[in-house]
C-alpha cells in the first residue's frame, strides 16, 4: 500500500507543486520571522556588549517618572558632581567619570531638515577623550562652546564635513555649532547599532541636554585590579542609597538588549499574524487539491478497495501524501524563510542607520516551527478527501462516473451554526466583556471561526452568484461553457474562491475600519479645532516634534493675528497614578480653540500652582474643584496643585491642563503644537506665510490651516493601510495559485471533454477563451464575497467603537470596485498556463483518455 502511495504521489508531481507551494509561502513567512528577530537580537547583544565593554560598574539616578518603551522616552534625572566623587570614594574603585548622554540632540542637514533616524536614539553627549571606544577619523574633540564633534553615520547621513556650521536642537532651540571632529569607534565601525551621536563640551552638554550645569546623568566606574564587579556594585550602591541604579556592565548591556527584544517580539508576532492568515488560505488550496485529486482517482481507489485495500488504508495512502508534501515544502520554506530572514535583516540594519548586523543563525524555533506548521496543516486539509476516499465503495470500480454531486444540506447547517458562533465570539470580544488579555484572541477567535462559516456556506451561494457573473461572458458559445463549468462543481468553486474572499476581506475590513477612524477623526476636528492656523510636525517617534516657544511672542506681533497659544506635553504622575500632562501658554485662548465648555470652577485662567482636568477623568478619580493634587514631572521635584476647574470631557481633548510655569520639569520644555486665530477679514495665506519664515530654524515642524493640520495628523493611518496590504498581499498570491491549481487540475479531470469539444468544432482560441472565463468568474466571486464579507466585519468593528470616537461609517467604494476589476485580471492571469495546456490536448488522444 505504500509502495502504491508513493508511485501515485511520483504519477501526480506536476499537479501536487502548486499545493505544496502555499505550504512553502506560508512556512517562509514563519521562518522568516523567526531567523530575522534571532539575527537582530543577536546584533544588538552584540552592540551593547561593546558598548558597555569599558563601564565595569555603572551609575545612574533613578528616573522621575518610569516609562516603557510604548509610552514614549524616558527623560534622565540629572545628579550633583558631589555623586561622582562620593562614587570615587568607595574602596575598590580605580576611577569614576560623570558624563551626559541622553536622547535628544537632533542635528540639521546641509538641506535644512533634521536627521531623521528610524528607531536608533539621538544622543547629546558629552565628550570625554579618554573614552577608549571612540576613535577620531578626523579633526578633534570639541574644546569651546560652540563646537561639537559627530560620528561617521550621522556626518554620513546630513552630508556634513569638517569644518562646517551646522544647527542642532536639544532642549532647547536651535544653537549653531562647527564641526571639529568626525569619529568611528573601535574595530572601524562607523556608530553603534545606527546611533547618530552629538559630543559636546562638558558644559554645554550639561545645560542643552539635561537643562543646567554642574550635573550629569550617569557615571561610568572602572574597577581596581582583582576587585568583583558584583561586590563593587554593591558597595557603591549601599553608600548612594535608594534613589541610584547601580548595575554591573553586563547587566547594563543585557537589560538595553532585552528592552529592544521586547518590541522585536512585538513585530515577529504580527509576521506571525500575517503567517497564520497566509497559511489559513494555503488550507482551502489543499484541501481543494486533494479533494479534486480523490475525485479524479475515483476509479484507482475503487479498484485498491475491491482487490483488499482497508478503509484505514485508504486513508492512511491519502495522509501519506500529505506528509509526504509537507515535509518537502517544510523544508522548502524554511530555506526561503531564511533567505528571507537575512534580507530583511539587512534593510533592517540600512535602514536603522548602519547597524552591524550578527551573522544569519537558524535557531531552533524556526526549524521547529517550519516543520510543525507546515506538517499540521498540510495533514489538517487532507483529512476531509482522505475520509472522502475511504467511503469509496469497490462496485465504483465498475462504473464510468461515481462522483455524483452530494446535497448541500449539511454542509449549509455546519456553515449557519459555525458562522453564529464566529459572530457570538466577535460580539462577545468587540464588547469589551471577554476580559482583560482575552479581549483581542475573542475578537481574531471570533473572526477566524466566521471566515469559516462563511466558507462553509460558500457553496450554497456560489451557484446562483457564478450563474450570474457568468451571463456577462455569456455572449458567446465559449463564454457560455465558462459559466457552465465555473457552477458545475459548487463545492469546488465556492474553496477556490473562499481563498481569494479570505485575504480581500481583510484588506476591505482593515480599508473600513481605518477610513472610519480618519474620517471620524477629521470630522470630530473641523468640529471642535477653531484655529486658523496650526504650528505642528508629524510624530514619528518616542519624541514629538517642538518648536522655539519664542515664535509665539513674534506670530502675536504680525498684523492680524488675534490669539497664539502654544501646547505642551508630558508624561508624568498625579497622586501616584500615570498621566499624559498638558500645559498652555493661554489657557483663556486654548479654551477658545477647542471650545472647552467649563463643567464646575473657573477655565479661563490658571495660576502658577493650580490645574484644569476633564470631567470624565475628574470623575474616574474622585477629584472635585478644590482638590489637592500631587504632580511629579519628569524632572524636578513633586509639586502640589489645586484643581481650580473642570471642563467638559471632550473626544478630542482632555486630561490635566498645568500653567506654563510647569514647562521647565517636562522633557521637553518647548511647545509641541501652536493655534493661530486671526482678526476677521484677515488673509489666512498672508499670514501663513509670515510664520512659516518665522520657523526656519524649527524644521521639524510646519504651519497649515486647519484642513492640512488635519490631513497631516491622519496621514498616519495611510500609512498602516499601505503595510497591511503589503504583508496580506501574500495571501492573495496564495489564493491566485489555488485559481490556477484549480483549473489545471480541472483541465486534467475534464481532458477527455475537452477533447470531445474539440473534435466538434471548437477551436483552440475558443477553448483557452472558455478556461480564461471559468477563471474569472471564480475570481469575481471570490472578490465579490471578500468584500461583502469584509465590509460586514468593518462595519461590525466601526459600530463597536462608537463609544470611543469612531461614529463615521466610510465605505471605500472605489477600493472595493477597484478589488473586483482586479479579480478579473488575476483570473485572466490565472487562466494562462491552464488555458495553453488546454488548447494544446491531442483531440485523438484526449478522446480515448480513461
Do not use: C
Not at 366 to 374: D, K, L, R, T
Not at 631 to 637: D, H, I, K, N
Not at 813 to 834: E, F, N
Request: net charge neutral.
Amino acid at each position: 500500500m505504500i509502495r502504491a502511495t508513493f508511485k501515485s504521489l511520483l504519477a501526480r508531481k506536476l499537479r501536487l507543486v502548486l499545493s505544496g507551494l502555499a505550504v512553502v509561502l506560508g512556512v517562509m513567512f514563519v521562518s522568516g520571522a523567526f531567523v530575522l528577530t534571532d539575527t537582530l537580537g543577536r546584533s544588538f547583544d552584540a552592540v551593547f556588549s561593546t558598548a558597555y565593554s569599558q563601564t565595569d560598574v555603572g551609575v545612574a539616578a533613578k528616573p522621575k517618572v518610569e516609562v516603557s518603551e510604548f509610552e514614549g522616552e524616558e527623560a534622565a534625572a540629572p545628579f550633583p558632581t558631589s555623586t561622582v566623587d562620593k562614587v570615587a570614594a568607595v574602596p575598590g574603585v580605580a576611577k569614576a567619570t560623570g558624563y551626559v548622554s541622553t536622547d535628544g540632540a537632533r542635528l540639521i542637514g546641509d538641506n535644512g531638515k533634521v536627521v531623521t533616524s528610524f528607531g536608533p536614539p539621538q544622543l547629546g553627549e558629552s565628550w570625554n577623550p579618554d573614552d577608549e571606544l571612540i576613535e577620531l577619523r578626523e579633526g578633534r574633540g570639541p574644546t569651546a562652546d560652540n563646537e561639537i564633534a559627530i560620528n561617521a553615520t550621522l556626518a554620513d547621513a546630513a552630508k556634513v564635513t569638517l569644518g562646517e556650521k551646522v544647527g542642532v536642537l536639544t532642549r532647547e532651540p536651535r544653537q549653531d555649532f562647527t564641526v571639529v571632529g568626525i569619529f568611528g569607534y573601535s574595530g572601524g565601525r562607523d556608530s553603534l547599532g545606527g546611533v547618530q551621536q552629538v559630543e559636546f563640551t562638558p558644559p554645554v552638554a550639561q545645560k542643552l541636554m539635561l537643562g543646567e550645569t554642574g550635573v550629569w546623568n550617569g557615571v561610568i566606574v572602572k574597577a581596581a585590579s582583582g576587585v568583583s564587579h558584583d561586590k563593587l556594585r554593591d558597595d557603591i550602591a549601599a553608600q548612594l542609597g535608594g534613589d541610584y541604579e547601580v548595575k554591573t556592565g553586563q547587566q547594563l548591556a543585557d537589560e538595553a538588549s532585552g528592552s529592544l527584544k521586547q518590541g522585536l517580539s512585538f513585530f515577529n508576532n504580527i509576521l506571525l499574524g500575517f503567517a497564520g492568515v497566509a497559511l489559513f488560505v494555503g488550507i482551502f488550496l489543499i484541501l481543494n487539491t486533494f479533494s479534486i485529486i480523490v475525485a479524479q482517482r475515483t476509479r484507482e481507489l475503487a479498484l485498491m478497495r475491491a482487490v483488499g485495500a482497508s478503509r484505514r488504508q485508504m486513508i492512511g495512502s491519502v495522509l501519506i501524501e500529505a506528509v509526504v508534501i509537507g515535509l518537502v515544502a517544510s523544508v522548502l520554506g524554511l530555506g526561503a524563510g531564511v533567505g528571507v530572514g537575512a534580507l530583511l535583516a539587512y534593510a533592517f540594519g540600512s535602514l536603522g542607520g548602519g547597524l552591524e548586523m550578527a551573522s544569519v543563525g537558524v535557531p531552533a524555533a524556526a526549524v521547529i516551527s517550519s516543520f510543525v506548521v507546515g506538517l499540521l496543516v498540510t495533514v489538517v486539509a487532507a483529512v476531509l478527501p482522505a475520509l472522502r476516499a475511504s467511503r469509496i465503495p469497490p462496485v465504483a470500480a465498475m462504473q464510468e462516473v461515481a462522483t455524483p454531486d452530494r446535497p448541500l444540506t449539511k454542509v449549509t447547517v455546519a456553515g449557519a451554526i459555525v458562522g453564529a458562533a464566529g459572530g457570538a465570539l466577535l460580539a462577545l470580544g468587540l464588547s469589551g466583556k471577554a476580559g482583560g488579555d482575552w479581549t483581542l484572541w475573542t475578537i481574531l477567535g471570533g473572526v477566524l471561526v466566521t471566515f469559516i462559516g462563511v466558507a462553509l456556506l460558500t457553496p450554497l451561494i456560489s451557484k446562483p452568484v457564478v450563474g450570474l457573473l457568468g451571463r456577462i461572458f455569456s455572449w458567446s458559445v465559449p463564454g457560455k461553457l465558462g459559466r457552465l463549468n465555473s457552477g458545475r462543481n459548487p463545492r469546488r468553486t465556492a474553496i477556490t474562491a473562499a481563498a481569494l474572499m479570505v485575504g480581500i476581506a481583510l484588506v476591505t475590513g482593515v480599508t473600513v475600519l481605518l477610513d472610519s477612524a480618519k474620517s471620524s477623526i477629521t470630522k470630530l476636528a473641523e468640529n471642535t479645532i477653531n484655529a486658523d492656523l496650526v504650528i505642528a510636525g508629524v510624530q514619528s517617534g518616542p519624541r514629538p516634534p517642538t518648536f522655539d516657544p519664542a515664535v509665539l511672542d513674534e506670530v502675536k506681533a504680525i498684523p492680524g493675528v488675534h490669539t497664539a497659544t502654544g501646547m505642551y506635553a508630558d508624561l508624568g504622575t498625579v497622586n501616584g497614578e500615570k498621566q499624559y500632562l498638558t500645559a498652555v501658554t493661554d489657557v483663556d485662548a486654548l479654551r477658545d480653540v477647542y471650545r472647552a465648555e467649563p463643567s464646575s470652577g473657573t477655565i479661563s485662567s490658571l495660576g502658577p500652582d493650580q490645574m484644569l482636568v476633564d470631567s470624565s477623568t475628574a470623575t474616574d478619580m474622585g477629584l472635585s474643584v478644590g482638590s489637592r493634587l500631587t504632580v511629579q514631572l519628569s524632572r524636578g521635584e513633586a509639586h502640589t496643585y489645586t484643581l481650580s476647574g473642570i471642563y467638559k470631557e471632550s473626544d478630542l481633548y482632555g486630561g490635566f491642563v498645568m500653567p506654563e510655569q510647569a514647562t521647565k520639569d517636562f522633557a521637553m520644555p518647548q511647545p509641541t503644537q501652536g493655534f493661530i486665530q486671526l482678526d476677521p477679514g484677515t488673509p489666512v495665506s498672508q499670514v501663513e506665510r509670515q510664520v512659516d519664515r518665522l520657523l526656519a530654524d524649527s524644521p521639524e515642524v510646519s504651519v497649515a490651516d486647519r484642513s492640512k493640520f488635519i490631513e497631516q495628523q491622519t496621514s498616519g493611518f495611510d500609512q498602516i493601510l499601505t503595510m497591511i496590504q503589503i504583508l496580506l498581499a501574500l495571501a492573495i498570491l496564495i489564493a491566485v495559485l489555488g485559481i490556477i491549481n484549480t483549473l489545471a487540475l480541472s483541465v486534467l479531470e475534464r481532458t477527455r471533454e475537452l477533447g470531445l469539444l474539440r473534435a466538434i468544432g471548437l477551436r483552440r482560441a475558443q477553448t483557452m477563451r472558455m478556461i480564461t472565463v471559468e477563471a474569472v468568474v471564480i475570481s469575481m466571486f471570490g472578490a465579490i464575497l471578500g468584500v461583502v464579507v469584509g465590509t460586514g466585519l468593518g462595519a461590525a468593528v466601526v459600530r463597536a467603537l462608537r463609544d470611543d470616537g469612531i461614529t463615521e461609517l466610510v465605505l471605500p467604494w472605489s477600493q472595493m470596485g477597484l478589488a473586483v476589476v482586479l479579480a478579473a485580471i488575476i483570473g485572466v492571469v490565472a487562466a494562462i498556463l491552464p488555458a495553453i495546456r488546454a488548447a494544446r490536448l491531442n483531440v485523438l488522444g484526449a478522446i480515448a483518455h480513461e
